[in-house]
């Protein structure tokens, strides 16, 4: 049972991938975003740059939850200003913190949490869940406090959480953060297992190995794009002139 | 610290829907305060006793912990009631509220905190006639639940900051070291929690969830 509905149905073009133009972001007078124009069709892109680069701000374009201030973004052909909720649903988002994605006290209620808001029947969320939570190895955690997991299996859940909703596309804004190796490890096998298309906001520049693409940011520009190795070396060298 | 106090078992008693669970709480409550007298009330405790311990197979430590937490007040009343009435009075309040503990434990420790929100969505079903959306309120409650041990943490890591550069963690000058940080990291926290809540779809969300057990 539905509250609202958008007023048109909209039409989606998976083959579209993800279209800026023109794209400007500020907060106030302070611009952190400026003249993006980028077509992401790659399954991987990785996203770096210094903090205050704008990257998380980019990421959270992707799926609506910030609005350019100038300029379109559309996913599959859809604009983020005029369909939002279906953006929302066909773009996951893995925040840095899973304390702060984490919304139910049990891990088994938090994954379901998605679900329950697309409307998905109790047999088949319980089924979905069930799934998500053995494939990341929490099944004898879904009935534990969420707030008692170690921090990589909360990242997990945060992730897991995001993943049983089956988004065509997942943003993850610096997944790994606050990981220690092992858990880091453990999110890249994840990340490198998907089949959906990843867009990865990171610092750790081993994540990006063996992506399609990798974006630098600085100050709210794009200066470099192309694959792993040269833009990585380009950030490289932009860092060391700091 | 936990707020969580599920304790998954198969058995009838965490089968049983919450709200009927809720109703027979009630009219447990009802019944050892309309009919005080000793066999009624020792009969419930013994019931109350047998239902979490036998049939819902919930450990003793469990149903301690509670009765733990009210001793004290346990024990005032009994030698308040020994002093100004009688001691039969005193057993009987004692073994009253007890029984009504150590009930409430058992169905909290056999209910998904997403059943409870379920009832109480339930009985909200009638203010959506005045806008308000039965759904939310279940959503608050269980993000109570969820933060209240979240945020006791950070003021945790915020007092042992404080105490590691030297400062005070006690009286009125260790609150307010405490309580102002602890705000901003709030505020912070709760923005990127509205931003995960756009994002995981709590703008579809139902009038009602509808169903309850998640796994």
Redesign the interface.
Known sequence: MRLRREVTAPIADPARGIELRGVGHAYGDRVVLADLDLHLTERRIGVVGANGSGKSTFARLLNGLVMPTTGTVHVDGLDTRTHVREVRRRVGFVFQDPDAQIVHPTVAEDAAYGLENQGVPPAERAERVAEVLQRYGLAGHADHPAHLLSGGQKQLLAIAGVLVMRPARIVFDEPTTLLDLVNTRRVAQVIEELEQQVVVVTHDLDLLEGFDRVLVFDDGRVVADGPPDRSVAAYRTLMVHR | M???L?V?RASPVHRTPAGWKLLVLAGLSVLVFAVPTLPVVSGALVAVLVVGLVVARLPGAVLLRQARAVLWVLVAIFVLHAVLTDVLTGTLTVLRLLALVLAAAVVTATT???EMVAVVERVCWPLRWVGV?PARIG?VI??A??FI??IA?RADRIREAQAARGGSVHGLRGLTTTVVPLLVQVLQ?AH??S?????????????????????
């Open positions: 936990t707020l969580a599920y998954p998904r905190v997403t959306r959503l269980a993000m639940l969820r041990p979240l943490e926290l990127t929690v931003e995960a809540l756009d994002a995981r779809g709590a703008e579809d969300v139902p009038l009602r969830r509808g169903g309850t057990r998640a796994a």
